[in-house]
């Protein structure tokens, strides 16, 4: 598991973080990540940096959804 630290250019901002904002730069509303114990973190990063409605979720999830019928293209 990636330890969410300094990133590696040694600068104080979580790597979770940086990812977060960049997701909510592209107007994305999920953020899919593929392990399961990255959902806690993204979605702590999420909440850290203001983008409370940008919704992680594990990628097996989103399959999972589709498969129902749940999930709309948007």
């Known amino acids: ?10 600068t ?7 990812r ?3 997701a909510a730069q592209t107007g994305a509303d999920v953020l899919a990540v593929c ?4 959902v806690p973190r ?4 999420a909440k850290a940096t203001g983008h409370d409605d940008l919704r ?3 990628i097996i999830e989103l399959v999972d959804e589709a498969m129902r ?4 293209s948007g």
């Open 1 to 10: 598991m990636w330890l969410d630290s300094a990133t590696r250019d040694h």
């Open 12 to 18: 104080s901002e979580r790597l979770s973080e940086r």
């Open 20 to 22: 977060v904002r960049e």
């Open 35 to 38: 392990c399961p114990y990255e």
């Open 42 to 45: 993204f979605t702590d990063a």
């Open 56 to 58: 992680v979720c594990d």
């Open 69 to 72: 019928g749940g999930l709309t």
